[in-house]
């Protein structure tokens, strides 16, 4: 693609108004967003919705439980039987912060 150098400022400009570095990433993402038409800033880099307090809250506990196994592991020289459990509850919490769904077989309850 070519543009005359008043073309190539007007985009510079537009594209520094985003959050993109390159000037090719930044019209692949206003072309993609036209064709698909998302709301925002064209070519701006996506954000992550607002926080989702409850989501944060899961994972906020899954992570102080992951602590916790490796403060035992460190101390005992193992992991605890429940620890399968907790990784999968880290997991999940930090999908459930990214409004993405968990997969079936990494449900898991609570750790304790």
Do not use: I
């Not at 992550?48 to 592991?73: F, G, I, K, S, W």
């Not at 919490?93 to 304790?112: D, I, M, N």
Request: proline letters at 7%; charged letters at 25%; aromatic letters at 2%.
């Amino acid at each position: 693609m070519r543009l005359n150098s008043d073309e190539l400022e007007r985009w510079q400009k537009a594209r520094q108004g985003t959050e993109r570095k390159e000037l090719g990433a930044w019209v692949r993402a206003v072309v993609e967003e036209s064709l698909n038409g998302h709301p925002g800033l064209p070519g701006d880099v996506p954000r992550v919705p607002q926080v989702n307090e409850t989501a944060y809250t899961q994972l906020v506990q899954a992570a102080e439980n992951l602590r916790n196994l490796m403060r035992h592991a460190q101390e005992h020289g193992s992991l605890p039987a429940d620890a399968d459990a907790v990784l999968a509850q880290l997991g999940n919490a930090a999908l459930h912060v990214r409004g993405l769904p968990v997969a079936p077989e990494r449900a898991a309850g609570p750790a304790q």
